[in-house]
């Protein structure tokens, strides 16, 4: 009873083990295929998010006015300056991406930044900077003209390409300190301000191009796109010509989008840190210290004596010896002339029951023997050693002649006396 207790728990424990590890299997599967399937949230100004604060909106405004646009993380080089014009919503740049962008200004291009806390436009943008002035507006849910939308009307505008535009709606922005002698546009504010040092777009001459500063980026969201000529000053700025080539870049800051996971140049290789691989090695190193370890046997070489190759063939050895000294001549020579009979049965496919006189007429007729030789020899007896050399003899000349040549190695009548010593231990070994 208690071994049947000892096994029905073993089982328990084994069928709980097994659920355990069916429960765990599952749970990892669901949670890779979790993170498999998990999609990373769109951020702000994403020229891809249809979200409210997203930037599809834009980008589809911008190619319905007849322009090809590009979202990227890099800028464009100075040798595109005749083929795009850049856009930057979210200043998210590096210093390196920073210095692209004046470079491609530099060399004739035209940069349009949205962002009002970018130094890129030549100032922070920050409400409590000299010179910028704040500006706010509420959204409504009356759809009405542009004209009265608009919180940021156009004013004492100095930009051709925004002169014919009646204002924008400004969510939450500033108006950008501008210089006398700089180009600018929507400088009446909210309330009648009639700053002239102040406007909502400024122009800033970089070499033989120019980067335009904007003092809000949330008003060309998907949620504030729509009001006033919001989305006008964006087509003004960008699309000068249908088949207009516009780059929007989102810098090296921003998180990577789905489709830009396993895009890199690094593998999965790269990704492993250094210490990893050190430890990777050093276990490899150990588990081999301690195989070695493990296989080596301390102490003397112990020699295990191989087993003999025959079953019983030193048992019949040391029983033909005895019989020999105990001039057994007679047992000697019925163990010959028995293995004799069941060879020679076994051959010629004689049942071993079968009389001596059918086995010799079964011999005669397949191997050529005398009729009445073998049923002859297996009768005959023997009961001196010169006897059983002369029967060993007539043996092997009956296996000679039935087995072939083979057998006459095994027989030899020049020393009868070294040959029956011989011929007795070899037919003993064999039987």
């Known amino acids: 009873m208690a071994r049947v207790a000892a096994s029905g728990e073993g089982t328990a ?3 709980v083990k097994s659920v355990a590890a069916v429960i765990f299997v599952v749970v990892m599967a669901l949670v890779v295929l979790i993170l498999v399937r998990a999609r990373p949230a769109p951020e702000p100004y994403d020229p891809r998010s249809g979200q409210s604060n997203g930037a599809r ?3 589809l405004t911008l190619e319905e006015s007849g322009a090809d646009v590009t979202d990227t993380g890099d800028v464009p080089t100075a040798d595109d300056v005749d083929r795009t014009r850049i856009l930057i919503l979210d200043d998210r740049l590096d210093d390196e991406q920073r210095e692209a962008v004046l470079d491609f200004a530099a060399a004739g291009g035209v940069v349009v930044v949205a962002d009002p806390t970018s130094g890129l436009h030549g100032g922070t943008g920050d409400e409590d900077a000299v010179g910028t002035v704040p500006v706010t507006g509420s959204e409504s849910r009356v759809r009405r003209d542009a004209d009265a939308e608009a919180n940021v009307r156009t004013g004492d505008c100095t930009m051709q390409v925004l002169a014919e535009l009646r ?10 300190p501008v210089a006398a002698d700089e180009l600018r546009c929507f400088t009446d504010g909210s309330g009648g301000l009639g700053e002239t040092s102040a406007a909502f777009a400024v122009v800033r001459d970089v070499g033989e191009g120019a980067i335009v500063g904007l003092g809000d980026n949330d008003a060309f969201t998907n949620q504030y796109l729509r009001y006033a000529d919001n989305a006008g000053v964006m087509v ?3 699309v000068p010509e249908r088949g207009a080539d516009v780059t929007f870049v989102t810098g090296h800051g921003v998180s990577a989008r789905v489709e830009e996971v396993g895009s890199g140049d690094e593998s999965l290789r790269d990704l492993v840190p250094t210490w990893v691989w050190m430890s990777l090695v050093l276990g490899a190193v150990a588990f081999v210290v301690f195989a070695i370890s493990r296989s080596s046997r301390v102490g003397r070489i112990v020699s295990e004596p191989l087993g003999s190759p025959i079953a019983g063939s030193e048992l019949v050895e040391a029983t033909g010896n005895l ?3 105990a001039g057994h001549s007679s047992r000697a020579g019925w163990l010959l002339l028995e293995q004799l009979h069941r060879d020679l049965c076994r051959s010629h496919g004689v049942a071993l029951g079968a009389s001596l006189a059918d086995l010799d007429r079964a011999v005669a007729n397949r191997s050529g023997t005398s009729a009445g030789e073998i049923e002859g020899l297996l009768r005959s007896t023997v009961a001196t050693r010169a006897g059983l050399a002369e029967l060993t003899t007539a043996i ?3 296996r000679v002649q039935v087995f072939g040549d083979g057998a006459a190695d095994r027989a030899s009548t020049s020393d009868p006396d070294s040959t029956s010593d011989h011929v007795i231990d070899e037919r003993v070994t064999s039987s």
Do not use: N
């Not at 204002?167 to 950008?176: A, E, K, S």
């Open 236 to 238: 003004a700025l960008l």
């Open 323 to 325: 019989m020999e000294r």
């Open 13 to 15: 424990s084994a069928g």
């Open 396 to 398: 092997d000349r009956v």
């Open 57 to 59: 909106g834009l980008v």
């Open 167 to 176: 204002g924008v709606f400004v969510p939450d922005g500033v108006l950008l």
